[in-house]
């Protein structure tokens, strides 16, 4: 896939009227935003938007509240990809250095993913709260996960819970829905895209 994409993964009943949808997005998204076009496609992805460059992360949100709002009142579900969004991503691979990190990453399937996010920026505060998990850091990352959770240690299944508690009860009343998966032995890999921080969606660590 090459970079400065967003790709959409459409989940039916009803895919061929919010790929109609997405089809008359186009001409709106492309006057608002630094994209050179919406693709209907077949294969991997079934509905691709090619930015003219890497995508910053205001504009980006802005697509992901353009499309929410598009697949109002259906039953369909969507998940989303942007190749050339963060200057540091995350691998799930072994770390051959034995640095033993733990992630929870979390993929959302909206609508509605861009009020998911917002709310699942307020899980490290609440499962705070609990006593129960320290030193959990959080992050933005619209790429092939949609959040990440970094562990200072291995957490506990106690700790797994609490975590799956607070999403829960933050992103249920947003009818979006998630699935957690927690890695360990992952490892970071950087890749310079461009300097994406924002005070908004955090950068990556």
């Given at each position: 896939?090459?970079?400065?994409?967003?790709?959409?993964?459409?989940?039916?009943?009803?895919?061929?009227?919010?790929?109609?949808?997405?089809?008359?997005?186009?001409?709106?998204?492309?006057?608002?935003?630094?994209?050179?076009?919406?693709?209907?496609?077949?294969?991997?992805?079934?509905?691709i938007y090619h930015w003219e460059k890497a995508p910053r992360p205001e504009p980006l949100l802005a697509l992901?509240?353009?499309?929410?709002?598009?697949?109002a009142g259906l039953p369909t579900r969507y998940s989303i990809t942007t190749e050339g969004y963060h200057t540091?991503?995350?691998?799930?691979?072994?770390?051959?250095?034995?640095?033993?990190?733990?992630?929870?990453?979390?993929?959302?399937?909206?609508?509605?993913?861009?009020?998911?996010?917002?709310?699942?920026?307020?899980?490290?505060?609440?499962?705070?709260?609990?006593?129960?998990?320290?030193?959990?850091?959080?992050?933005?990352?619209?790429?092939?996960?949609?959040?990440?959770?970094?562990?200072?240690?291995?957490?506990?299944?106690?700790?797994?819970?609490?975590?799956?508690?607070?999403?829960?009860?933050?992103?249920?009343?947003?009818?979006?829905?998630?699935?957690?998966?927690?890695?360990?032995?992952?490892?970071?890999?950087?890749?310079?895209?461009?300097?994406?921080?924002?005070?908004?969606?955090?950068?990556?660590?």
């Open positions: 896939m090459q970079e400065n994409t967003t790709n959409l993964r459409i989940y039916g009943p009803q895919m061929p009227e919010a790929i109609k949808r997405l089809h008359d997005l186009e001409k709106k998204v492309i006057a608002e935003f630094p994209i050179e076009r919406g693709e209907i496609n077949i294969g991997k992805y079934d509905y992901i509240e353009y499309i929410d709002e598009a697949f540091r991503r995350v691998t799930a691979e072994a770390d051959r250095m034995g640095s033993n990190t733990t992630f929870s990453f979390v993929r959302i399937h909206g609508p509605s993913i861009s009020k998911a996010l917002r709310a699942i920026e307020k899980v490290v505060e609440d499962v705070e709260t609990t006593n129960t998990i320290q030193s959990l850091k959080s992050s933005v990352l619209v790429g092939e996960w949609d959040y990440a959770f970094e562990w200072d240690h291995y957490p506990t299944m106690d700790e797994i819970h609490d975590l799956l508690a607070s999403v829960d009860k933050l992103v249920g009343p947003t009818g979006a829905l998630y699935k957690i998966s927690t890695l360990k032995n992952v490892y970071r890999t950087e890749k310079h895209v461009d300097d994406h921080t924002s005070e908004n969606l955090m950068a990556f660590l």
